[in-house]
């Protein structure tokens, strides 16, 4: 008996690389678990050939290059020119007058392009096929799957898939890299790592080591547009399966928490065969040791000028540095990456931080330069840095993206042109003035944190892409601002509840009134105005306010009509309001959805669009509430009058309406109101006259509950 051993080394590098199987290793498990496949005693008999571009491949100084080990594993070796013709050649070559009987034949390939010779060898020879490749199956979905036996490497004796675990310090190598002048890109910084560890074999376990969501606790994590995403870090690792564990803030925490999972893990009999550390501390001699004693393959990730002497004269350990695997940006080459601004939601981030306490320092003392030494100390006193070192590291780095500008030496100033600049002051001014209107109007302690909610929802300057998506995007910067000290929030007692406690809003007395927007009289007339209009019918709100309670009605009875002929619950708030527009005279229309809102007979949300890949702020009628039930009611009583007098054939106007209602309706009201849901439409040539839209969805379903009210009677 004999048979042919094809080996494929072009693919089987990126194999070994990937898997971290050592390649002379592999060549003489192959040649052994060949023979034993096709019966023999021996390799004698076995014809074993390597074929690859061999001179594709190189290597260091200090290894032997895979021509040279396959040659030593006893291998004949074939030069491949050129990949598309190898299948002809190796059966001229081979198989087309063979020297002797060859019984079987087994093609070690994880590449498809090989599939030519094992269907010419197929249909020409008697021989046994046999493919040895890696999970994914050349074979699979071809006609002679079910006749060639597939192997994976896995399964064969002698080889064996290195996996390998990674205990990222994230801490230290974030501070690392930030030291020596490097960005730190999480998303570029992410993928680097996993393909690296993966180039040593099968990844199976990944964890980074943190202080996560400490404020100021790290350096700033951006992606590669510059924007700040420290606070998403933890589920952008989830993501690519690293799991981000927390430990407090400090050098000695880290290393303790890393060095108990380290060599707990170790311990285990499904460890890891490559052990891979991302550190620069020293401390971890005292880790490394126990797992090399153990046969462990231990590499250590460093950053160039911050990974301890130690660690890189330690003779047992591979050492791979991470500012050489990686392409992060320095400081300098930032500054001339130009931020996007997109349609991404635009969420508080450390800038946010930076922006509001400069904005603070200038405002307070207008007198005085703000210099990068006063801003560090201010973000320090805000809590939302650590130390002065990570203070300096926020704010250079913020020089660097432009959102701060350095006048001289140590002064620096906001950039107002800057999108995240103006985006953010405009953030705060509109919702601190919301507060400080009320209070001051009114004189009141505090707002009610759902009501302000409900009054940001209604800014139509912070309806812009990415701002003032819904009720989460809201509290996160009223949140933002709590952190930052421009708001106070505080538990006080519900007014109808003594004992449950309810979330409130207020100015802090520490605030400067410089920092404060200047008062906007309507607004905050606007914002007390909506709290006193809690549970005022809509009857008695026209006595006090007659154009808000007009608008009231216009927008109960469009709602109603537009989800009750189109089966939708809630109804587009832009186009609402588009429909209403020539009778809203400034804010009448914002003031009409607040009192609905304080009177809770709608809601405003953000819904999914089934016409659109976004959603869409709408309004929601609460057709149950008793306000809304007796608007509806008078829409009703208002278009059987129309019906009857359309059956009559009395000509519709506003003196004959007015002739067959008492004289508390508000007819003009009401027709216009008919007018613009298109229930009435004016003559052509007498606008005084109208014509009532029988077939109309509304009007059908008065005329309809007529029907059923008369065959009631008579039944």
């Not at 928490?257 to 060599?263: E, G, K, S, Y």
């Not at 620069?280 to 393959?297: W, Y």
């Not at 009231?552 to 109603?560: E, F, G, N």
Request: hydrophobic residues 40%.
């Amino acid at each position: 008996m004999a048979a042919y051993l094809i080996v494929d080394v072009d693919d089987l590098l990126r194999f070994t690389s990937q898997n971290g199987i050592d390649l002379h290793e592999l060549a003489i498990a192959l040649r052994g678990n060949a023979a034993l496949a096709a019966g023999l005693f021996d390799t004698s008999n076995l014809s074993a050939i390597a074929f690859a571009d061999w001179r594709s491949h190189t290597v260091d100084e200090n290894q032997v290059e895979p021509e040279a080990l396959f040659r030593s594993a006893g291998y004949e070796i074939v030069e491949v020119d050129d990949r598309a013709t190898l299948p002809q050649r190796l059966i001229v070559q081979y198989f087309s007058l063979p020297p002797g009987r060859r019984d079987e034949l087994i093609l070690a390939t994880t590449n498809a392009d090989m599939m030519p010779l094992i269907c010419q060898i197929r249909e020409v020879s008697e021989m046994r096929l046999r493919v040895w490749g890696a999970d994914n199956n050349i074979l699979a979905g071809s006609v002679c799957e079910d006749e060639i036996i597939f192997q994976p490497f896995e399964a064969l004796s002698g080889i064996r898939i290195k996996n390998v675990w990674v205990y990222i310090d994230f801490e230290n190598i974030s501070i690392s890299l930030n030291e020596q002048g490097f960005v730190v890109n999480l998303d570029h910084l992410i993928e680097r790592m996993v393909s690296q560890a993966q180039a040593h074999g099968k990844l199976v376990k990944m964890a980074a080591y943190a202080p996560w969501g400490q404020r100021g606790a790290l350096p700033p994590l951006v992606d590669s547009s510059g924007r700040e995403i420290a606070g998403d870090a933890p589920a952008r690792l989830m993501m690519a399966n690293i799991d981000p564990v927390f430990h407090l803030p400090g050098k000695q925490s880290a290393d303790i928490r890393i060095a108990r999972d380290v060599l707990t893990d170790a311990g285990h009999p499904e460890a890891g065969d490559v052990i891979i550390l991302a550190t620069g501390d020293r401390d971890f001699n005292d880790v490394i040791n126990p797992l090399l004693q153990r046969n462990k393959t231990v590499i250590v990730w460093g950053v160039r000028g911050s990974t301890g002497r130690l660690l890189q004269s330690h003779p047992s350990l591979q050492l791979e540095y991470i500012d050489d695997f990686t392409e992060l940006q320095t400081h300098q080459s930032l500054s001339a990456v130009e931020t996007r601004e997109d349609t991404e939601s635009f969420i508080p981030s450390q800038w946010s931080s930076v922006i509001i306490q400069c904005f603070r320092l200038a405002s307070a003392q207008p007198s005085e330069n703000v210099t990068e030494a006063r801003l560090i100390r201010q973000l320090i006193d805000a809590g939302d840095v650590i130390s002065p070192e990570r203070g300096d590291d926020l704010v250079s780095q913020a020089v660097s993206l432009g959102i701060l500008q350095q006048q001289s030496a140590g002064v620096i100033q906001l950039n107002l042109q800057h999108h995240i600049v103006e985006k953010t002051l405009l953030i705060v001014n509109r919702l601190v003035r919301r507060v400080a209107n009320t209070l001051s109007t009114r004189s009141w302690e505090y707002v009610n944190y759902g009501f302000l909610l409900k009054g940001l929802a209604m800014e139509r300057d912070l309806d812009r892409p990415g701002m003032n998506e819904n009720d989460q995007w809201r509290s996160h910067w009223i949140d933002c601002l709590v952190r930052e000290g421009v708001l106070q929030r505080d538990l006080v007692p519900h007014r109808h509840n003594p004992e449950d406690l309810v979330p409130v809003i207020r100015i802090p007395a520490a605030v400067d009134d410089r920092i404060l927007p200047q008062a906007d009289d309507d607004a905050g007339a606007a914002d007390v105005a909506a709290q006193d209009w809690q549970g005022v019918p809509p009857h008695k709100l026209s006595e006090v306010e007659p154009l808000v309670a007009r608008m009231v009605t216009r927008i109960v009875i469009s709602v109603q009509q537009f989800t009750s002929f189109r089966n939708f619950a809630w109804c587009p708030l832009g186009s609402l309001h588009r429909r209403l527009r020539e009778f809203d005279s400034g804010i009448i229309f914002q003031h009409a959805v607040e009192y609905l809102l304080v009177n809770e007979m709608v809601t405003v949300n953000e819904y999914a669009n089934p016409r659109s890949d976004y959603n869409t702020k709408g309004i929601e009628l609460y057709e149950s509430h008793p306000f809304v039930a007796v608007l509806l009611a008078e829409r009703d009583e208002f278009v059987r009058v129309l019906l009857a007098m359309y059956h009559n054939n009395v000509t519709i106007s506003q003196p004959n309406i007015e002739e067959r209602l008492n004289s508390g309706w508000d007819v003009p009201l009401w027709i216009s109101t008919m007018r613009v849901e298109n229930v009435l439409n004016p003559l052509p040539g007498r606008t005084d006259q109208f014509s009532l839209f029988r077939t109309h969805h509304s009007v059908k379903l008065v005329a309809n509950d007529e029907v059923d009210e008369l065959a009631a009677a008579n039944h």
